[in-house]
Each structure stands twice: as structure tokens, then as C-alpha cells.
């Protein structure tokens, strides 16, 4: 079954490389490149997963959370962030802002996928 899966991050590299994996898993893939276009895009397109960076230009990725949270027709969406910040503090303000899960960058595409294929499910 063909899922939509939005990634949003700031740096091409991460989602020219994110948008490949995730297409050989047979998904359709959004992008956004701050966290302004990523809300829109949740709340018109729905996507099944977002894997959003934490720091983004506009909104960041943890007020991307907060809203999505806050808005009863999109707060189900699944959200998985990622993020160069891995102190225990920045675990915890992600997962306390409402995401679902997250992985530290630079992470294993083997983790990810294992993640991504987790929350999916």
C-alpha cells in the first residue's frame, strides 16, 4: 500500500536523501523546506508520516508539533523528528511537544527505516 510521507528540513542533502529511501519503501513523498510549508502541507494533504527536522527556519519543528497537536482533524498525524540536538533535554522537549519519535542525526538509514516502518504500522 502506497502511503504519503512528508519530509520537512531546512538542508537539500537530507531531503534528497530521505525522499530516495523512502520512495524504494513504494511511499509517496512530500517536502518541505521550513516548517511554515510543513504545517500547510499536513493539513492539506494528510500525509500517513511526517519525519521533520526540529530546527527549521519559520515555524521549528517542535511548533510544528505543538499545532499539528493542538488541531483536533490533524493531531493523529504520526510524527517522527529528527535532529543533530541529542542531549536528553532536546529528546524530551521533542517527544514532550507531541512527536511520536526521535532520532538524532546523523542516524543509521537502517534505524530509520526501522522507525518509520514502526510508526506505519
Known amino acids: 500500500m502506497t502511503l504519503t510521507v512528508l519530509i520537512a528540513d531546512d538542508e537539500p ?4 536523501s530521505l525522499e530516495f529511501m523512502l520512495r524504494r519503501e513504494g511511499h509517496r513523498i512530500l517536502t518541505a523546506h521550513d516548517g511554515t510549508e510543513a ?9 500517513a508520516l511526517v519525519l521533520m527536522d526540529a530546527t527549521m527556519p ?4 517542535f511548533e510544528v508539533c505543538e499545532a499539528v497537536r493542538a488541531d483536533p482533524s490533524i493531531a493523529g498525524t504520526r510524527i517522527l ?8 533535554t532536546d529528546i524530551a522537549r521533542g ?17 530509520l527505516l526501522e522507525r518509520v516502518r514502526g510508526l506505519l504500522t
Open 13 to 16: 542533502n537530507i531531503l534528497v
Open 39 to 47: 504545517l500547510d502541507l499536513i493539513r492539506r494533504e494528510r500525509p
Open 58 to 61: 519559520g515555524l521549528t519543528g
Open 81 to 88: 523528528m529528527l535532529s543533530a540536538k541529542a542531549r536528553p
Open 95 to 111: 517527544l514532550g511537544a507531541g512527536a511520536d519519535a526521535y532520532v538524532t542525526k546523523p542516524f543509521s538509514a537502517a534505524e
